[in-house]
């Protein structure tokens, strides 16, 4: 569907995006994830055409859209970060207005607004003023007016940043409705990990203009070294117990909790039953041993050094 050839942007003396290659198969929902500064929206401004790159290509359905961009109007929905509404009009006066600019008309727009109010939730605040949404209604109506023309990809720039928790699940929800029922092709912008983790079949990571990883969940998660992290929770940490484990040589790192203890194995290593055994021979009641698993967050810690909301 869309596939980016070596995309750069350079402001001044710094690229604000640099070498960016990737690509959405149609019915997708790709994640684009990385920390404030990275470059997500000047890449996306690049996609929908409305900042020229300074080098590379951006093909939609094999067409180039930097050599001919009229095209891309029908197919793309883009939402920006910054919402784009009328505050003095109401929710179905703004559906209204962008829809002639996107050229619809009569019955077929009417049908069209209506539709869109159901997916976004907003039908029974059709006829309220803008201005007096809170800030996730004001980002369901953004999502809104992309989708009005019924494009087969839509492109989201941190839709959830700012909102309340149910207006977000709401627009997970409303997006991930949107793919599987109408096979709408998704690129999702954020730098909330929980967020792509939850919504994309494959994710791209980007740190400072560049992609820095790809792939899927999975795979990304694979990238972190072959050990696992098991926590252990204890009715009281006795000193017995943090003994035993030290004394075992495949347990890389022991560190003791106030409630448990953690501990670093390698990956393969499945030491539930010496677990066990160990508790029992230092008279200790085991709660629960949990595999913790390692998140997107731990991926791109691992990768930079740094966390994804540091900054
Ligand atoms: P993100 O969306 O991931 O937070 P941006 O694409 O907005 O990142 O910004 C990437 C970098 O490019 C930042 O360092 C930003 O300051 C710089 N940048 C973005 N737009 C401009 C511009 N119009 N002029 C100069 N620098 C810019
Ligand atoms: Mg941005």
């Given amino acids: 569907m869309l596939e980016v050839v070596q995309l750069e942007k350079k402001y001044k003396q710094t690229f604000a995006v640099q070498g960016v290659n990737m690509f959405l198969e149609k019915g997708e929902i790709v994640g684009l994830l990385g920390p404030n500064g990275a470059g997500k929206s000047t890449t996306i401004s690049m996609l929908s055409s409305l900042v020229v790159p300074t080098a590379g290509d951006v093909k939609l359905l094999n067409e180039s859209i930097i050599k001919n ?14 919402i784009a509404l009328y505050p003095d009009l109401s929710a179905e006066e703004n559906l209204r207005f962008f829809g002639e600019i996107y050229r619809l008309k009569g019955a077929n727009l009417k049908k069209r607004i209506n539709e869109v109010l159901e997916q976004i939730g907003l039908t029974d605040r059709r006829k309220d003023i803008v201005k007096t949404f809170s800030g996730g209604m004001k980002r369901r109506l953004n999502i809104g007016v992309a989708l009005l023309h019924n494009p087969e990809m839509i492109i989201m720039d941190e839709p959830t940043v700012g909102i309340d928790p149910q207006s977000r699940n709401y627009i997970l929800e ?8 109408r096979g709408l092709t998704v690129l999702y912008t954020s730098h909330y ?7 994309c079949d494959r994710i791209y ?12 969940k999975d795979e990304l998660k694979n990238i972190l ?4 992290t098991i926590s252990i929770k204890v009715e009281r940490v006795k000193e017995e117990f943090i003994n035993l484990l030290q004394a075992d040589p495949t347990i890389r790192q022991v560190k003791a909790e106030e409630h448990g203890v953690t501990i670093i194995v390698p990956k393969e290593y499945n030491l539930f039953k010496k677990i066990s055994q160990m508790a029992e021979e230092a008279e200790t009641n085991l709660i629960s041993i949990d595999v913790k698993s390692p998140t997107l967050e731990d991926v791109f810690l691992h990768l930079t050094g ?3 909301r540091d900054n």
């Fill in 69 to 82: 961009p009229r095209n891309i109007r029908e197919i793309l929905g883009v939402v920006p970060q910054e």
């Fill in 174 to 181: 409303t997006v991930k409705k949107l793919n599987q029922e």
């Fill in 193 to 199: 990990m929980e967020e792509v983790e939850f919504l």
């Fill in 205 to 216: 990571i980007m740190d400072k203009g560049s992609i820095i990883a790809s792939g899927t």
């Fill in 225 to 228: 070294s072959s050990e696992n």
């Fill in 306 to 308: 740094r966390a994804l």
